[in-house]
C-alpha cells in the first residue's frame, strides 16, 4: 500500500508548506527517470488582445523569485510577455506519470544574470543568438547560414562574444502551482499551492 501525506495523498507529495521545495524534488527524480528533456516545459502567453500562444522552452534556472528561461527580445514570447507580463508553464514527465502547472507574473531578469548564462552556452549557440530574427520571416534558409557565418567571422574569439541586446532572460514569479500524479481509472492526485499575502495555501482538488 502506498503510503500517504497528511492530506491523504501519495507520500510523493510530501508535507511541504514551500512548493518551490517540493518542485526541486520532483524536478531531482525528473532528472533521473524522464528520457527525454526534464527541464523541457510548455509556455503559454497571450497578447493584449488575448491572444494565447503556447510553445516549448527550457528551465534555465530556479531561485526564490521564480522559474528562468531565456530567448530572443523580439520573439513572438517576448512581445506577448512585454504586452501582457503573465504566463503559464506545464511540466510533464511521461515517463513516470507526474505534471506540474505553474501561474504567475514575469519580468525580464538583470543584464548580470543574463550575460552569466550566456557566457556560459556553447560557441555556435552565442553566434546563433546573434544570428536569428527569431519569429521574423526569411526568404530561404541560407539568409541564415550566411549570417551565422558572418558573425563567426566578427567573432573569431570563442571565448569573447559579447551577448546581444536583443536576447535576454525571463523570471516568472509563481502565483499558483500545481502537482499532479496519475493514477489508474483517472483518479489522479492534485495538490495546488497558491499564494496570497506573501503565504503559500495548500488545497487539493478533484481530477
Known sequence: MNQKNSLGLNSCFMDLEDPLELFK??????EKKEIRDPTSLSLGTSNKAGQPDVRMVLLKGL????????????????QDLKENPKAAMCFHWKSFNRQIRILGSVVQVDDSEADL???????????????SDQSNLMKERSELLKKIE?????YKD??????????SGWCLTPSSIEFWLHQDNRIHERLRYNKTANVWKKEILYP
Open 25 to 30: 524534488i520532483w524536478m531531482a527524480e525528473a
Open 63 to 78: 531561485s526564490s523569485k521564480g522559474f528562468v528561461f531565456y530567448t530572443n527580445l523580439n520573439s513572438s514570447k517576448s
Open 117 to 131: 548564462y550566456f557566457n556560459s552556452r556553447h560557441y555556435e549557440s552565442r553566434i546563433s543568438a546573434w544570428a
Open 150 to 154: 558572418d558573425f563567426k567571422r566578427k
Open 158 to 167: 570563442e571565448k569573447n562574444v559579447p551577448r546581444p541586446p536583443h536576447w
